[in-house]
């Protein structure tokens, strides 16, 4: 069939509410006062009088003045169909009176008076009874559509009752069903939307029961077509007798149905459900029949909510305990993003294949998550997200969140800048959905051929069978809430790690003013006996020189030397805890201009030692501390020189691209083994003996480790034995 390019929403601007006729099984007046303003075009059949002759008189004229008062004791309640029927005659016949009000106007509509024998009376209220036991006592939301099919059929004595449940995209599924064995079942069958457009939701919603007892009956137009105080055609939303589409007349032929009874299911005012009652034949049912069946639809809905309640339960106890042992377990820790994501609670949580934590600078992942890479960049999707209910969460992620690598995310933000996430993901999970008949309804082009088109409904319910992909298992209100408690838990665990931070902080302030305390006495007090010691030595070596002998003389070196020593432990100490406390002033910097300084103030040292300085490519700007940056080049390629005998010394001077740009010294000397590169960084170690390659006190690659930190960066070494040694170091995070 050719693509016509009309669209089914058609079916939802079709005006239901205002047929302009009736079902022929009863008659219908609008009233205007007290005065007959329309009636139906059979009133004679049903009230002994031509419609003509029934407009502008009184309800006394009609039903008699017994009648008038019970239709207008009825009226002056606030919903007059709780009188309903009202006991009426009319034409010699007795008649059950349907009264309600609706847009301003007052409707009376009769039908045939109920003729019961005792039996079947005893009969329909015992079956009444067990319906309300059955309906009463069920748990779950499975035993509750079941036992309100039973006991629906058992009170209609209809050949199909099923129970017809909404989804989220007001798509139908058949939920439950009790039927002739005769009859195809259809459980589990899936309805599309256009079924049951938008406006006749909305009359189901308006309305608990429908009823078509003969799919065949000829419309019964009113007379006149507009009420004559409002000029519109009459409002039929809670008539009875409304007259049905004929669109509806074609599905229910399609179907095979030729009588049918609707029941409502709300829940929380809502639409939920219907119960559909079909039957092979025309079948009537007496008001008192269609009452009780609206009062077990009633009762359905005012149990549903309870009954998907306690099916929720037991998996919200579970979640609690769940999240109460994450509490524990977070409490303790001050890793929180790390712990949460190593514990299994966190999928088992919400019932996840993965999760991951976006905090801190850093991804923590569990399960089977995306890269972290692609965690960052969905992450930054989130932030531009709505988040109704305070988080995000879909089963086709693809489609809502581009890019994302799996079809179900729960997330929520751990902060109002919606930085930091709790993510969760599911799985496609491939799904098979009965549908009765293809939900893609036919298009029928015109008799003449013309390019419009009407609507007609599926001519097969047969089982059609299509594949959805793209989903996942849907995130459930106690996910969602799941989810949400976890934030808030987390939260906390923040916020207190926050305080007891604060509280370190303090400690640790005070402990920086106890240090400097110390530094400035050891750069300055203890450096003041070692300067008198050194002087004595100094005067000593004078005063008694060709009285010494050679030993004594020795003594005298030994002891200048260890206070030179000693004095230079207690700079580098001093100049470790500066490095420390120090702010550093960023700027981009020439590392060009940096090196230059570096080299002119190792000149002498370069000289003497005879080393070929390299530089294969000029260094990048980046933005460091120069002068912190320069003590890191300055030890590094002091220590390339000191730790190289070879005749032929060099020393490189180089970078490599990457992100961040890693920087590197190498030089040609000894070399290091690989079981000292974690050590030679420790303060004050030495890996070589001072008679060998001089004196040094061992602090220069603890401050070049110290230096790069502060930069945010690392420091790290290629080396073996004999063949020369490369430092590397970024001045960014990686």
């Known amino acids: 069939m050719r693509d016509t390019g009309v669209e089914l929403t058609e079916c939802d601007r079709e005006p239901i509410h205002i047929p302009g006729s009736i079902q022929p099984h009863g008659a219908l007046l609008a009233l205007a006062g007290d005065a007959v303003a329309q009636a139906s075009a059979n009133a004679h059949d049903w009230l002994g009088a031509a419609p003509e002759a029934l407009l502008g008189r009184s309800l006394a004229e009609v039903f008699g003045p017994e009648g008038a008062a019970r239709i207008r004791q009825a009226l002056e309640l606030d919903d007059p169909r709780a009188a309903n029927p009202v006991r009426l005659e009319a034409g010699g016949r007795a008649l059950d009176g349907l009264v309600h009000r609706h847009d301003g106007v007052d409707v009376i509509e009769v039908e045939a008076a109920a003729e019961q024998t005792p039996d079947e009376a005893r009969a329909s209220l015992a079956a009444f009874r067990h319906g309300l036991v059955e309906v009463q006592k069920a748990r779950s939301v499975r035993s509750l559509c079941d036992s309100i099919a039973r006991s629906v059929r058992e009170l209609t004595g209809y050949d199909r009752v099923l129970v017809y449940r909404f989804h989220a995209d007001w798509h139908g599924e058949v939920v439950a069903e009790a039927r002739d064995e005769s009859l195809e079942p259809f459980l589990e069958l899936h309805y599309p939307a256009s079924d049951i457009p938008a406006q006749a939701r909305a009359l189901y919603r308006l309305n608990w029961l429908r009823n078509i007892p003969d799919r065949e009956y000829r419309p019964v137009p009113l007379v006149p077509a507009a009420h004559p105080r409002t000029g519109r055609p009459l409002d039929m939303g809670l008539a009875a007798l409304r007259s049905v589409a004929p669109v509806h007349v074609q599905y229910l032929r399609n179907m095979g149905v030729a009588g049918t009874l609707t029941i409502s299911l709300l829940r929380d005012g809502e639409l939920w459900g219907l119960i559909a009652c079909h039957h092979n034949t025309p079948r009537a049912l007496p008001y008192e029949l269609r009452a009780s069946c609206e009062l077990l639809g009633q009762l359905f809905s005012a149990r549903i909510g309870a009954a998907e309640a306690e099916e929720h339960r037991d998996a919200d106890l579970r979640r609690a305990e769940t999240l109460a042992a994450l509490t524990d377990r977070l409490a303790g ?20 294949s993965g999760a991951a934590i976006v905090a801190e600078g850093r991804v923590e992942t569990a399960g089977d998550a995306p890269t972290p890479r692609a965690i960052q960049v969905l992450a930054a999707r989130l932030a531009g997200h709505p988040l109704p209910g305070g988080l995000v969460a879909t089963d086709h992620a693809r489609d809502e969140l581009p890019g994302a690598e799996a079809s179900g995310v729960l997330a929520v933000p751990l902060s109002d800048t919606r930085l930091q996430w709790i993510v969760w993901f599911r799985p496609e999970v491939v799904q098979s ?256 003996a001072r008679d060998r390659f001089g004196g040094g006190t061992g602090v220069g690659l603890t401050i070049v480790r110290r230096i790069v930190e502060r930069h945010g960066g690392r420091v790290w070494l290629e080396s073996a034995p004999e063949s020369g040694t490369t430092f590397f170091f970024t001045l960014q995070p990686d």
Not at 334 to 349: K, M, N, S, T
């Open 333 to 352: 820790t001050r890793d929180w993003a790390g712990e949460l994501a190593r514990d299994p609670a966190l999928l088992q949580l919400v019932g996840a």
């Open 433 to 688: 959905v009965n549908w009765a008949g293809d939900p893609r309804k036919p298009m029928e082009p015109v008799a003449d051929g013309a390019m419009e088109v009407r609507l007609t409904p599926r001519g097969s319910f047969a089982l059609w069978k299509e594949t959805v992909r793209g989903h996942s298992v849907p995130w459930t209100a106690g996910d969602r809430r799941a989810a949400l408690d976890l934030r808030r838990v987390v939260a906390e665990v923040v916020l207190r790690h926050a305080e007891e931070i604060a509280a370190l902080n303090r400690a640790l302030a005070r402990s920086n003013a106890e240090l400097d305390a110390f530094t400035y006495i050891a750069s300055h007090d203890l450096r003041e006996p070692l300067r008198g010691i050194r002087n004595y030595a100094d005067m000593l070596r004078e005063d008694y020189a060709g009285r010494l002998d050679a030993e004594g003389t020795g003594m005298l070196d030994t002891l200048t030397r260890l206070t030179m020593r000693m004095d230079g432990l207690i700079e580098s100490l001093f100049e470790y805890s500066r490095v420390g406390r120090l702010e550093m002033e960023f700027a981009p910097t020439d590392l060009n201009a940096v090196i230059d300084d570096v080299l002119h103030s190792l000149a002498h040292q370069l000289r003497e030692a005879g080393v070929e300085i390299r530089v294969p490519r000029p260094l990048p700007t980046l933005p460091c501390d120069p002068v912190r940056v320069g003590q890191v080049f300055q030890n590094l390629v002091h220590n390339a020189v000191k730790y190289n005998d070879r005749p032929d010394r060099w020393v490189e001077i180089g970078w490599r691209e990457g992100t961040p740009p890693v920087l590197y010294v190498r030089d040609n000397g000894i070399g290091i083994p690989a079981r000292h590169h974690e050590v030679i960084f420790r303060i004050y170690k030495r890996l070589h």
